[in-house]
């Protein structure tokens, strides 16, 4: 298969209203978008499970990249460590990210990931912290992993829109999961106070935090802006 015939296929499904309302809400200028939703995303994705050609295709449509990612995120460990390199710098934009690229082998390596946890949230780059961040929540939400998750929290790059909202997000939901130790992340002197509000914003709109719990919440964010 060619670049020009994965093209067709997927212009084959283009919808262009729902393109260029797509392009508002990733918000990704180097990238183009067909206007493929993203069931038929998924479903071409498994007949291309096994054909490494496509990584050699250009990064020009969020279509193709997301295809990239998908097939990459059943990679085995082995072969996902190998390829990591080439595969975070595709992340350009917070979908990618997010409900894309989640590479399931992780699950069963988590301690052995852990390092690149760490070089990930140690880059500069916004959705390389991102990644950093998602993977902790979609791998590590377990009390064994909180110390890592409070570190990695610490670290970020708030002042990254993006990283600041994946901070946040992992840190409710360890409000969710341990209310006692989210309490701890929320009064570390180390945790930007953006994170902080943010994350208290996010735990307060879930059903899964008691309202006494949210009372205390709230009244923790009015000393932040005190």
């Given at each position: 298969m060619t670049y020009e015939?994965?093209?067709?296929?997927?212009k084959s499904?283009?919808?262009?209203?729902?393109?260029?309302?797509?392009?508002?809400i990733v918000?990704?200028?180097?990238?183009?978008?067909?206007?493929?939703?993203?069931?038929?995303?998924r479903k071409i994705t498994k007949k291309y499970l096994s054909n490494e050609e496509i990584f050699s295709f250009p990064d020009e449509y969020y279509e193709v990249v997301f295809i990239k990612l998908a097939i990459a995120s059943a990679f085995s460990y082995e072969k996902l460590i190998?390829?990591?390199?080439?595969?975070?710098?595709?992340?350009?934009?917070?979908?990618l990210c997010d409900s894309v690229f989640k590479p399931v082998c992780i699950k069963k390596n988590k301690q052995a990931f852990v390092p690149y946890i760490k070089k990930y949230i140690a880059k500069e780059g916004e959705f390389e912290q991102r990644f950093a961040l998602i993977s902790l929540l979609n791998f590590y939400v377990?009390?064994?992993w909180f110390?890592?998750?409070?570190?990695?929290?610490?670290?970020c790059n708030a002042d990254l829109y993006y990283t600041m909202m994946g901070a946040a997000w992992l840190v409710a939901e360890v409000l969710v999961k341990d209310y006692e130790?989210?309490?701890?992340?929320?009064?570390?002197t180390m945790c930007d106070i953006k994170v902080k509000k943010k994350a208290i914003s996010k735990a307060c709109d879930s059903f899964r935090i008691t309202d006494l719990q949210k009372n205390?919440?709230?009244?923790?964010?009015?000393?932040?802006?005190g």
């Open positions: 015939e994965l093209l067709a296929e997927l499904f283009s919808e262009e209203k729902f393109a260029e309302g797509n392009k508002r918000n990704d200028p180097a990238l183009k978008f067909i206007g493929v939703r993203t069931p038929l995303l190998n390829r990591l390199g080439g595969l975070v710098p595709l992340i350009t934009n917070w979908a377990e009390k064994e110390c890592l998750i409070k570190e990695c929290v610490e670290r130790y989210g309490l701890t992340i929320l009064k570390s205390e919440l709230k009244a923790m964010r009015l000393n932040f802006n």
